[in-house]
């Protein structure tokens, strides 16, 4: 019987997704891949032909309601995004990390008896916070269990490098000194919460600001060496590994005839499930995009009603299969997402980021400072400022080479497959381990 590989994304897309790639390099070598999955998200995994089991991770709602949980959480949070990465910390970065809390909280209570079920001999999580259940199980069982950071890399704090959701540069250490400290400030009673309950779960209490904890096996970061900071302390390579990316495989993707502009560049536009309901956001972008001479695809998720006349240069639809639309694209307007940033890395498209929160911020700031694209603030813009930056983006010779380069590097080493490797590695490592520990 194939050992079983049980991927524990946190409900978002972007980490769900790249952890479908890896299951699917991991199906290749033979290995069953099963995914725990709030019920938000039932439905996604079992359409790449993998089983789904569910965990509650907020309380029992009526479905419709459970599918829009973080959707009406961003969208009640919009007038925040309209400040700074500091200035977001009082209010949507601090409910943020409330309701995150919430998640692990409500897990444990379901978790530990899903684990004793299925049995798995490895666990991949892919969250910013412990879910004590986990660390338990492999304590118990002898099991291993990997940390995925899909976030920034950032995420991982080193004393020279922009603190996590920070959006700054990477020499603005007196930024990063003010940033951490507010941070605390902020964070602070929700992370005594936390630590409350990893006391009563029987688990050391963290460090404040800290959520999670390294895993003593392997922690594969997504971030793809062309934009890694440069750090003082350099992560072990023997408990660190970089992927450079982690694109999964989709359906192709035919691009539509457009009524005009039949030669011109393409421009795809996603700001991610979450941030789809910015509609007049995006509304403006398909107002100035369609004096311009570009085709452009939009994606606008669950809001497609929101849209009735659109120029004959723009088409929306509720969902594409990025990776393939990404891959035919000439420029991406995204909102920094890890998935858009490291397929843009990975195909070689120019970005113009556009944050609203989270590590967009970082992801934007990071996409400028290699010389990948270009960062925008997302309401403070111009119809010429948008129509310079697309221009500077499709044709300057600097951003093209580094991003040709790039892309041939990433490209070179897929991150699906090099992650099924080293997870591969760690499982026959640990049953060598077990067997000569049997022995004695």
Known sequence: MSKTIAFFPEAAYGPALNSVGIAQACQTLGYRCVFLT????????????????????SAPMPADEMARYWSDFINSHLPNFRKSPIEQLDNYIKECWAAIVETSQWAQK???ALLKQLKPDLICVDNVILF???????????????????????????????????????DDKDGHARFRAAFHQAIKEVH?????????????????????????????????DPVRFNRRHP?????????????????????????VNHDKPLIYVSFGSLGCGD???????????????????????????????????????????QPSVIAQADLVIHHGGNNSFTECLYFGKPAIIMPYAWDGHDNAMR??????????????????????????????AKIRQRLQQTSHHMQARPGPLEAAHILDKILQNTE?????????
Not at 141 to 151: E, F, L, M, N, T
Not at 200 to 212: A, H, K, Q, S, W
Not at 236 to 259: M, N, T, W
Not at 284 to 291: A, G, K, Y
């Open 367 to 396: 996409v400028q400072e290699t010389g990948h694209g270009l960062r925008l603030d997302r309401y403070d813009w111009t119809a010429s400022q948008l129509a310079a930056n697309i221009a500077h983006c499709c044709t300057d």
């Open 432 to 440: 060598k381990e077990n067997h000569e520990n049997a022995r004695y």
């Open 192 to 224: 005594a919460g936390f630590n409350d309950f990893l006391i009563r779960c029987g688990e050391r209490p963290y460090p404040l600001g800290t959520f999670f904890e390294d895993s003593p096996w392997m922690n594969l970061l997504l971030y793809p």
């Open 279 to 321: 509609t007049d956001l995006i509304k403006r972008l398909i107002q100035v995009l369609s004096s311009l001479p570009y085709r452009v695809l939009v994606n606008v998720g669950d809001y497609l009603d929101a849209y009735s006349q659109l120029p004959n240069n723009v088409l929306i639809d509720q969902w594409f299969p």
């Open 235 to 259: 992560l072990d390579s023997g408990r660190f590994h970089y992927l450079q990316g982690c694109v999964r495989k989709e359906a192709p993707y035919a691009i539509p005839k457009f009524p």
């Open 38 to 57: 709030d019920p938000g998200m039932s439905g996604l995994y079992s359409g790449y032909g993998f089983e789904e089991y569910p965990v509650n991770m």
């Open 132 to 170: 004590p259940a986990i660390k338990q199980y492999s304590k118990a069982q002898g099991k291993p269990w990997v940390r995925i950071i899909s976030c920034s890399e950032n995420e991982i704090e080193d004393p020279d490098i922009p603190p996590h959701l920070s959006g700054m540069a990477q």
């Open 110 to 112: 379901e978790l530990p």
